[in-house]
């Protein structure tokens, strides 16, 4: 008896053994170095690594660089994750509906999540560029003025985010629509037979159970504006006068551009744990008005 | 005046006729069940009651009122749904409350129509409680409940206890009936358990196909069943339904010698349900017993007669080996005729002893017959 549950546990330990090697040496123990790291000064040829404990981070807090990138991401952040959280579920109730040719609209929806980031970032340097682009094309068939769009400081940032929106508002819809189809027909019949209008039915019923994916998808949305930065590189890099640089794209400018690897570290380990506390203040916050069945 | 007058509805999916010109009505504070198998178009005829579904023709008047097209919140329903339909993120006082909150009742109104619903249906402990943290028996109470507090005259079941198990059935099916008598609800029901229609309903809508088989009180439905159909889907063991045959002097059962019928069989079927036959010593017709199905009050017996099979009720404990011989036994007014070809009921049993005393004799003709 003792013998087989001790040979259960090899077994589990065995089937755990692929998986947790896998993390262990391209998640957690890189996460530990890069914390290790941020403690180091960069070393080069003639001063080598040296431990310098919180000076990364009085460097970084006085980086106006890395303040813009912050102020950026989260200026990012608040456009891009409420806009196409809104725009998923607006999606995915409209092509939940009956109306002809459902399954094209809802593949056309999708169509953006499967196109790789670098595909989409061409595709939208096409209607941005200036005199040529689609944008300006149609504003100067309107006789409205053109505009340098990813070259404004002011407005390259906005660009940005309605990439990131149209990017992202389809794959967030997927998710939706299956909790909108897993939501038995009769809860919304018996609200129909008690008077409840639509918008009432969706109020009070629909969004309510709609929440634990609305938690999920926030999660992700909130994540993604901090890890979505490859369009950067094919459209802005990062310009001008760092106008439109994530966080995420700086740190990569500073470890591989600037190669300071310990600043680099630095800065990762601000962002995983600014994105560890926001995703435990959303569970921790959302999981109590949250319905699961 | 009748609450609800179904006039002659017709329901298309596709090439299908889920209900096929079906027409019924029923009286104010009755309970009216739609009875037949799975797919007869009941549920439809339900929902179509509902406003769920629109008929593809006829008419349906509630109150007197042609509802056909009419919006279900405007036909002043209330329904219960098979799966209860209760919403699941909110609590049991947030479900019952849940349609006069859409009507904006005003707080007090509520809350006593609450405490008195709660109180009608044994709630009033659990009103704090989400779905999922009830028994089934206490979820169906919440969905009554919601039907119930809207105070609707009129109430549609689609199936509502076909989830609980067997003895909470039975009980629900008292406490239900028990209840629409004293709210004095027109309750319209919709099952496929014969049993549940029998002892609930004041009139039973047998369905078959779309279409209307028969339409009585259980009493009829159980007493003069107008086809085959009827005659076998009524009654636990079905009725046995007996091929005829022209023997030497009458119809005999298939098979078999003694004459049960005065005169030719003319492709009728013979019905007698088993707990109308009787096992004797002497006379009857004799058969060959199969196996016997004790069940604590009565026993069923399988048995033969020439080539047809039959069941036979009794009271009590039944011992005897299969392959015995025993003698089977009715009387005249237990007996049941249908036409083998359009499968309807040719005569009745009072009409037959009034008009044939033969049946009569059958016990005598047979054990005179016995010798030959």
């Known amino acids: ?293 | 005046m009748a609450a609800i007058q179904v006039e002659e509805i017709t329901k298309l999916w596709g090439a299908t006729r889920a209900v096929d010109g079906v027409s019924f009505a029923v009286p104010e504070g009755r309970f009216v069940v739609l009875l037949g198998p799975s797919g007869c178009g009941k549920s439809t005829t339900l929902r179509i009651l509902a406003g769920l579904e629109e008929p593809s023709s006829g008419r349906v008047l509630i109150d007197g009122r042609d509802m056909t097209r009419a919006a279900p919140a405007q036909r002043r329903i209330s329904m219960v749904f098979q799966s209860y339909a209760l919403f699941p993120h909110l609590d049991v006082r947030e479900n019952i409350l849940f349609g006069l909150k859409v009507r904006r009742v005003a707080r007090e109104e509520r809350e006593r129509r609450l405490a008195r619903v709660a109180e009608l249906v044994g709630l009033a402990d659990l009103l704090d409680r989400k779905p999922a943290q009830l028994s089934g028996g206490q979820r169906q109470r919440v969905a009554l409940a919601r039907a119930i507090v809207s105070e609707h005259p009129i109430c549609l079941m689609d199936e509502p206890l076909s989830n609980l198990d067997a003895k909470l059935r039975q009980e629900m099916r008292l406490e239900l009936r028990a209840l629409q008598r004293r709210l004095g609800m027109t309750v319209v029901y919709v099952t496929h358990d014969q049993a549940e229609a029998m002892s609930m309903a004041d009139r039973i809508i047998l369905m078959r196909a779309g279409r209307i088989e028969q339409e009585g009180d259980p009493d009829a439905l159980y007493g003069r069943p107008a086809t085959l159909f009827a005659a076998s889907f009524i009654g636990t063991p079905p009725m046995n339904l007996l091929t005829l045959e022209d023997g030497p002097e009458g119809a005999v059962i298939a098979g078999s010698e003694v004459k049960v019928l005065d005169g030719p069989a003319e492709a009728r079927i013979l019905g007698l349900r088993p707990e109308h036959l009787r096992i004797t010593e002497t006379g009857g017709v004799p058969a060959e017993l199969l196996a016997t199905d004790y069940l604590g009050a009565d026993t069923v017996i399988s048995a033969r007669i020439g080539s047809q099979r039959l069941g036979i009720r009794v009271a009590g404990r039944y011992r005897a080996e299969p392959g015995a011989p025993i003698r089977v036994a009715w009387s005249p007014e237990h007996l049941h005729l249908f036409d083998a070809r359009s499968g309807r009921r040719t005569c009745d049993a009072s009409g037959l002893s009034g008009t044939d005393p033969a049946p009569v004799r059958i016990a005598a003709t047979a054990s005179k017959g016995g010798g030959s």
């Open chain 1, 1 to 293: 008896m003792r013998a087989s549950r001790r040979l259960n546990q090899v077994y589990g330990w065995l089937l755990l053994t692929p998986a947790a090697i896998l993390l262990l040496s391209f998640t957690h123990y890189p996460t530990v170095a890069t914390l290790w790291q941020s403690f180091f000064s960069t070393g080069t040829a003639l001063r080598p690594s040296r431990f310098v404990g919180l000076d990364n981070y009085r460097f970084m807090l006085e980086d106006e660089i890395f303040w813009k990138v912050v102020g950026n991401n989260l200026l990012f952040a608040a456009g891009t994750i409420p806009v196409s959280i809104a725009l998923a579920l607006l999606m995915a109730v409209w092509v939940n509906g009956r109306l002809p040719g459902r399954a094209l609209v809802r593949m056309a929806y999708f169509t953006p999540t499967i196109l790789p980031m670098i595909a989409v970032a061409n595709i939208w340097l096409f209607f941005y560029t200036p005199e040529i682009g689609l944008l300006d094309q149609i504003l100067r068939s309107f006789d409205l003025p053109t505009r340098n769009w990813l070259g404004d400081p002011d407005i390259v940032l906005w660009c940005i985010i309605v990439l990131a929106v149209w990017k992202e508002a389809g794959f967030f819809m997927i998710f939706y629509l299956a909790a909108l189809q897993a939501l038995p027909p009769e809860l919304e019949e018996a609200a129909r037979l008690e008077g409840a209008s639509r918008a009432y039915y969706f109020r009070r019923v629909v969004f309510p159970l709609l929440m634990p994916t609305t938690l999920f998808v926030l999660v992700n949305a909130v994540i993604n504006s901090f890890k979505l930065v490859d369009q950067l590189f094919i459209l802005t890099k990062g310009g001008p006068d760092n106008a439109s640089a994530l966080l995420l794209y700086y740190i990569y400018e500073v470890a591989f551009s600037f190669f300071d690897d310990s600043y680099a570290a630095t800065l990762t380990v601000v962002l995983l744990a600014a994105l560890a506390l926001i995703s435990l203040g959303q569970f921790l916050f959302l999981d109590r008005r949250i319905h699961y069945r």
